[in-house]
């Protein structure tokens, strides 16, 4: 479990496909000082287990599930990416509850500028809205976020400059991908809604005007 808080920018090392799945390495100069194999961290808001920790970097199996639902994929030699351990029970919670387990990808339709803030608005997959709410909480590439404004299939976030500084959300571009996590306790309540149902019902979202 996580927050959503970046600890640091890791910088990917090496990447090394084994059939379907990655082998990752990331160097890391502040959360490698105490990590230990095993230890779950979250890459990009991906929670990955440590299998080799030395001289400052962190590496990981990535499993092909993983490659195929995250941007995970989409990393190259020199990508920088979020990291962050895993919480310690009697911390602060400065975000929200993250689990680590991707829901989807989203793309950047528009990135602007207001005052200090930047605005992002991303795409997403038909049907992911319902999961979302204006104000509540979401995880953009492991970075959690208050939801800004949605529109059909679109939602708009707003970064202070303290997150587009400190996490990839500062460097990134049009047309990427972004890993999205929606609030464990939204999802819970839309199951709950359709108890019983494999999938949301079109009516339940055509109620809520999500279609």
Do not use: W
């Amino acid at each position: 479990m996580f927050s959503g808080i970046v600890e640091e920018k890791g910088r990917v090392k090496s990447i090394i496909s084994k059939g379907g799945c990655l082998s990752l390495t990331v160097s890391s100069q502040t959360i490698s000082k105490d990590a230990e194999v095993g230890d779950s961290v979250s890459v990009n808001g991906v929670c990955l287990s440590a299998t080799k920790v030395a001289n400052k970097n962190l590496s990981f199996d990535v499993m092909e599930e993983t490659v195929r639902k995250t941007n995970l994929c989409k990393l190259k030699v020199t990508s920088y990416v979020n990291l962050e351990r895993s919480l310690k029970i009697g911390e602060r919670i400065s975000g929200h509850f993250v689990t680590g387990h991707i829901d989807c990808t989203g793309k950047i339709k528009a990135i602007s500028r207001r005052r200090g803030d930047s605005i992002i608005d991303i795409l997403l997959p038909g049907g992911k809205m319902v999961y979302l709410t204006e104000k509540g909480s979401v995880a953009v590439d492991g970075v959690s976020l208050t939801v800004g404004e949605l529109k059909r299939n679109l939602m708009r976030l707003y970064l202070i400059p303290l997150t587009r500084e400190s996490t990839t959300l500062g460097t990134r571009k049009t047309g990427d991908e972004v890993n999205i996590e929606f609030d464990i306790i939204g999802k819970y309540a839309i199951k709950t809604a359709n108890y019983g149902k494999s999938e949301i019902d079109e009516n339940f979202l055509k109620k809520h005007g999500f279609m």
